[in-house]
T-cell receptor
């Protein structure tokens, strides 16, 4: 069964600190992996999309890594800001199912001043 | 570009009522989807469309209908609302299944 597991479920860090969110998947075949940021009360917004051949991709202070062999991805946030408080959702494309997308349940990140 | 727009933003219905959630995009995307998001459940696919005139069921289609008469619009119809349909509904669009999606701002629906 295609699954995407994210950890931790929730995380609280102080402003200015770094943090790393994890995404493990069992989706097969694999096409790409996406990270989305969802602010409270808003729709998800794409941060990065990585294909099989990409190990690292950055978007400002956000850096995503992908290890296709171990089927793991991480999202690293550097020098966190209050505006980083959000849910971060990992989505893997390529498996079976209706639209070939498998969503993780997200990590809820809170940045404290 | 307005991107993906959804109306209404909030809606309260009584059990048994019907309504249509509107979704429109101005990016000429072929692929559009409807999701519901419930606490602890993540986003779940209701229906999707790969182009005008083509729709298909997702993971949780029961109680919902869709149509795609134009590339721009993808309305979601609740036939007879039930409390279990209380949720936040998101519409999304993309150039294809392999490309990243653009999500609308969501509709928060409460069924009493």
């Amino acid at each position: 069964k295609n699954q995407v597991e994210q950890s931790p479920q929730s995380l609280i860090i102080l402003e200015g600190k770094n943090c790393t969110l994890q995404c493990n998947y069992t989706v097969s075949p694999f096409s790409n992996l996406r990270w989305y940021k969802q602010d409270t009360g808003r729709g998800p917004v794409s941060l990065t999309i990585m294909t099989f051949s990409e190990n690292t991709k950055s978007n400002g202070r956000y850096t995503a890594t992908l290890d296709a062999d171990t089927k793991q991805s991480s999202l690293h946030i550097t020098a966190s800001q209050l505006s980083d408080s959000a849910s971060y959702i990992c989505v893997v494309s390529g498996g079976g199912g209706a639209d070939g997308l498998t969503f993780g349940k997200g990590t809820h990140l809170i940045i404290q001043p | 570009n307005a991107g993906v727009t959804q109306t209404p933003k909030f809606q309260v219905l009584k059990t048994g009522q019907s309504m249509t959630l509107q979704c429109a995009q101005d990016m000429n995307h072929e692929y559009m989807s409807w999701y519901r998001q419930d606490p602890g459940m993540g986003l779940r696919l209701i229906h999707y469309s790969v182009g005008a005139g083509i729709t298909d069921q997702g993971e949780v289609p029961n109680g919902y209908n869709v149509s795609r008469s134009t590339t721009e619009d993808f309305p979601l119809r609740l036939l007879s609302a039930a409390p279990s349909q209380t949720s936040v509904y998101f519409c999304a669009s993309s150039y294809s299944k392999q490309r990243g999606q653009f999500f609308g701002p969501g509709t928060r629906l409460t069924v009493l």
